[in-house]
């Protein structure tokens, strides 16, 4: 077994000391904190924004401005005023001028806004599009967005039936063919996503995408779905080349703007294609390339398509990490990028001519990279023990500075306890890493209880970041030791490790479940007899796993589980239909892993809970698992959230939710030292 501790923030105090003017982090702490986006930095390097979202308990909503920072730390201050929301922005070519979106007096729905940089001025309003606008660009003398229209209707007939719909007394839906939602909201199939542009001076509101007859894809869509090449004579967007089948394939489309024909330039793969990104000399398109269809977490490879030679290059293909987050470097000669690497999100260079990789930081999470012409980065960087902070990354030796100052008045006074991270052997006999998080004042020569916490996914591995929903150092102040393990399937560990799992969900993680609960019974600071366990989507899937089979935990919390497997199919993610069949096509793979098959064996206490507005694990499977614990008789208590979705983002309902699980997990395993 290997151990690797973390410098920590109470190494400057006794391991086993709790200040008494010390505040723990507590749920409804959580909600006072300011939560920073991703930046974007001027071209010229000069300025930075940054969304920072604040939320108000009693209205229950939150706030987002965006912030304007300088690179040498010495800025802090609103650009666009509280109550005003404002998102996406971007700079103008040269710098003098913010494009954002936001909806205000008057606006139906969001708009694009511009903001004078270089003297003062207040933000004037650039479109009136009915249907609103995302997925913000700007190239050249135009900005490019994305809205959902309807086909073969003008902008006032548009308008005219959002009244109506508004108006009308019928909420009824109607499909013909999928999609018919995603994630938490339902789908229009007489609607499609395009990309229009608009010139920065104004004037009117120009098609792109439309004028080839190809939509972008019909579940999601934003910036990332499209690129313009730094003259605005190419787009490149991703679109659904097989439109009649119930499975998208997602190829990648090059066509000139302003004419009626786009070619498909990934046809030959039967993955998906996306993330176009010219390159800033504009003579090289980058993508990202995905090989396995209908699996999600297949290793993201980077591929380059020369715009004169019309040829692809593969150039991270043997690189067992999946390319993300990524930016060109303005010498158009490489990328960095934010890259899943063994539970740490790293900044990575990756060299365009050769493909070769170097790890630029070390031991925290790091996200939203954007980079200026004089090759100034800049990102966010958070861990177990802070959330995302704005900083400066020096690309040599990944060393940073940080430019912002929010949440350290709180942070301050928060006593957080310690983590680390270990390994142990596994199914197989493979090593498996895991956090440890030990509560405020740990004392080793006490015994605690342990809080085994049960990622989802379940290719999204538990890195080192600030989670807001499931906060192990929350769960640790209340006296636990508590724990997230990155079982087989989990991301950042490699192409097989990730795959392993597939299409058996169940054997190897169990395995690796029961094997932590073993190393944990085998440390003498752990209670062996108050132990609980919980997670949710897949983790409330391997949850319903750990009901009906062997296992040590008195309790156990089940959020948002995939407890059925053929119920699963009235979800927008049927599981394995599109890679291993449907369940009339491999009935054996769904009964050896459906948690419902084995409910005979249930009989342990289990907290259910469930959103209404989950399409993604719909409210459904909360319900059946509910009744059938209460049908056995087993100590059941069902949660269910008529306003929620796959997450409880509210701030009033995500306090109910911690105190509702403390509650719970306190009844079974009485938290603290003894």
Request: aromatic share 12%; no cysteine.
């Amino acid at each position: 077994m290997k151990r690797f501790a973390l410098v920590l923030l109470l190494l400057v105090m006794p391991f086993t000391a709790v200040a008494e003017d010390k505040n723990v982090l507590s749920v409804e702490l959580m909600w006072e904190l300011q939560r920073i986006g991703s930046p974007v930095i001027s071209p010229n390097g000069e300025h930075i924004v940054a969304p920072v979202t604040r939320f108000d308990m009693d209205k229950e909503r939150g706030h987002t401005q965006l912030y304007l920072f300088s690179p040498d730390g010495s800025t802090q201050r609103p650009l666009t005023a509280q109550g005003m929301r404002a998102s996406e922005a971007t700079f103008s070519p040269d710098g003098s001028t913010l494009a954002f979106i936001s909806q205000r007096d008057g606006d139906d729905a969001g708009q694009i806004y511009l903001l004078p940089m270089d003297k003062p001025g207040e933000a004037s309003r650039l479109t009136s599009v009915p249907t609103g606008v995302y997925g913000l660009k700007w190239k050249g003398d135009h900005l490019y967005f994305i809205t959902r229209i309807w086909p073969g209707k003008d902008w006032d007939e548009m308008a005219e039936r959002l009244k109506q719909e508004k108006a009308s007394n019928v909420s009824a839906k109607k499909w013909t063919a999928l999609p018919f939602s995603h994630f938490d909201h339902w789908l229009d199939e007489n609607r499609q996503a395009h990309v229009f542009r608009i010139a920065a001076e104004g004037g009117d509101v120009e098609p792109v995408t439309q004028n080839f007859n190809r939509e972008l894809p019909r579940s999601t869509q934003s910036s990332g779905s499209y690129d313009i090449d730094p003259s605005g004579t190419w787009i490149a967007f991703t679109s659904d080349s097989k439109s009649e089948n119930p499975e998208p394939e997602i190829d990648l489309f090059l066509g000139r703007i302003g004419e009626s024909t786009a070619e498909n330039i990934t046809e030959a793969n039967p993955g998906p294609d996306g993330n176009p990104m010219f390159s800033p000399n504009g003579q090289t398109l980058a993508y990202t390339r995905q090989v396995i269809p209908g699996f999600y977490a297949d290793n993201i490879n980077i591929v380059l398509f020369d715009m004169e030679r019309r040829t692809h290059r593969e150039i991270t293909a043997d690189w067992d990490r999946s390319a993300t987050g990524l930016v060109w470097t303005p010498d158009s000669q490489g990328f960095y990028g934010a890259i899943d690497d063994a539970a740490t999100v790293r900044v990575y260079h990756i060299n365009a001519r050769n493909g070769q990789v170097r790890a630029i930081t070390g031991e925290t999470n790091f996200g939203g990279l954007t980079i200026a012409n004089n090759g100034t980065l800049v990102g966010t960087n958070e861990s177990f023990l802070h959330p995302a902070q704005l900083v400066r990354i020096n690309p040599s030796d990944g060393s940073t500075a940080r430019l912002d100052t929010f949440n350290d008045d709180i942070l301050s006074s928060v006593d957080f306890g310690t983590y680390e991270s270990v390994t142990y052997e596994g199914y197989n006999g493979q090593e498996i890493q895991m956090w440890v998080h030990y509560p405020p004042g740990f004392d080793p020569e006490k015994k605690y209880p342990l809080f085994l916490l049960i990622h989802g996914g379940p290719h999204n591995a538990i890195s080192n970041g600030f989670h807001y929903r499931w906060n192990a150092q929350t769960f640790a102040s209340w006296g636990y030791v508590t724990a997230w393990h990155n079982f087989h399937g989990s991301s950042g560990f490699g192409q097989e490790f990730t795959d392993s799992i597939n299409p058996d969900w169940k054997t190897a993680p169990y395995a690796d479940t029961i094997a932590a609960a073993e190393w944990f019974k085998n440390q003498p600071w752990i209670d062996n007899d108050r132990m609980v366990a919980g997670g949710a989507s897949y983790g409330g899937y391997l949850s319903s796993i750990l009901l009906g089979k062997e296992h040590p935990f008195n309790a156990l919390l089940i959020h948002a589980a995939v407890y059925n497997m053929y119920s699963q199919m009235a979800a927008d993610f049927a599981v394995h239909s599109v890679r291993f069949g449907n369940y009339w096509d491999n009935p054996e793979i769904y009964k050896e892993i459906s948690p419902h098959y084995f409910a005979e064996n249930f009989n342990t206490p289990a907290l259910i809970i469930h959103g209404q507005l989950d399409y993604r694990v719909p409210v459904g499977q909360g319900f059946e698992l509910f009744r059938t614990l209460q049908s056995r008789g087993v100590e059941s208590r069902m949660i269910y959230f008529p306003d929620e979705n796959h997450w409880i983002l509210k701030p009033n309902n995500s306090v109910y939710w911690y105190n509702e699980v403390k509650d719970w997990v306190t009844r079974f395993a009485e938290p603290g030292a003894r």
